[in-house]
């Protein structure tokens, strides 16, 4: 045990500072993802009341300072922090940071290492540069959207999930991870355009090579994963709930079969098509038989590849997730319940601090944080007085 029993943080990005603009999805995600691997994150804030949105789990084990960035003076605060900083991510319209002042120009003529993460819907350049957008929007121009949900229905959004945060957020993450090490290399920072729209066309390249091999066709609900497979698809249980059943590989369908009592002979081949729709509704008569509990406990102990499908509150107590700890209660939130804070993913095996839970309030470390600058008690007060800074 060192001494004072002192914990050495040995999360990886551990000693590298991240200013985030704030804003909302995908951009504080990423920032969240970083300070959940040991960066020290400081938001840039506008005061609440301000049109600021108070913070969620995204906000964890961050710091905040609000600031009026249409101050100069706030700008300088800015460009002071990112002197010193290894990371800056921002989520604005192309061209709102260089007005603003902290532009790549502007933040690179203070530290050339510095790596500038830009995170948009369209990207930076290009006919929708300057579109507004959200999730939905940005993953019907990439046939994502166009293949999710019943054929003859119009295409059901899978939460903004696909796009905002996995097209978003973790591509943003990628690209600023690999200029990091770039410019431990080479001393040269680097802008990260990462745009949702190129992420969410990146992740279909799985549908593209399937497409290409003959073996995805361009219509709803008519493929393997889109639901037209009676292997592949949720059933309603008795009580109103569901079973996803995701049987592909032939040795697992012929689990689900021999759990279910089916006669193969009579149910037909797994893979011919033509009886696929009769084989979806003897599967409904089926699992409507019993509740969703009584299947899962028929279906659990196997390789059958069914599994019930639970909400996001039954998720956190379901011994699957419970036993590996995927959720930690801390803090009081809004609602007034307890923050349900999923716990850092992935897991690196050795890692000895666990997450900051502790929710970022704006303006909560306005004055930690420019003590730490290098500001005296009567520049700080000066500052709050005349509202370039805010404190909370």
Known sequence: MLPNDEIVDSRPLCGFRVVELAGIGPGPYAGQLLADMGADVIIIDRPLGKGAMPHGIDGRGKKSIALDLRRPEAV?????????????????????????????????AVNPKLIYGRMTGWGQNGPWAQMAGHDI???SMTGALHAMGQDGQPPMPPLNLVGDFGG????????ILAALL??????????????????????MSFIHGMAGL???????????????????????????KFMAVGCIEPQFFAEMARLLNLDLADFGGQNDRSKWPAQHEKLAQIFASKSRDEWEEIFIPSDACVTPVLDYEESICHPANAQRE???MGGAAPN????????????????????????????????????????????????FATQIAYKN
């Open 137 to 139: 929007n940005y993953i």
């Open 214 to 240: 003959g073996a995805w066709v361009n219509k709803r609900q008519a493929n393997l994963l889109d639901g037209a497979a009676p292997f592949y698809r949720c059933y309603m249980t008795h009580d109103n």
């Open 168 to 175: 978003g957020s973790l591509f943003l993450v990628n690209g």
């Open 182 to 203: 770039k410019a431990q290399k080479n001393g040269q920072g680097s802008v990260v355009d990462a745009a949702i729209v190129d992420g969410v066309n990146h992740m």
């Open 326 to 328: 995927t959720h930690k």
């Open 336 to 383: 007034g319940k307890m923050w349900q804070h999923p716990q850092s993913a992935p897991i690196l095996y050795g890692q000895a601090a666990e997450i900051n839970l502790e929710i970022a309030q704006n303006g909560r470390h306005s004055e930690e944080i420019l003590r730490n600058l290098g500001f005296d008690d009567t520049k700080i007060e000066q500052l």
């Open 76 to 108: 300088d605060i800015v460009l002071q922090l990112v002197s010193g900083s290894d990371i800056l991510i921002e989520g604005l319209r192309p061209g709102v940071t260089e007005r603003l002042g902290v532009g790549p120009d502007a933040c690179f």
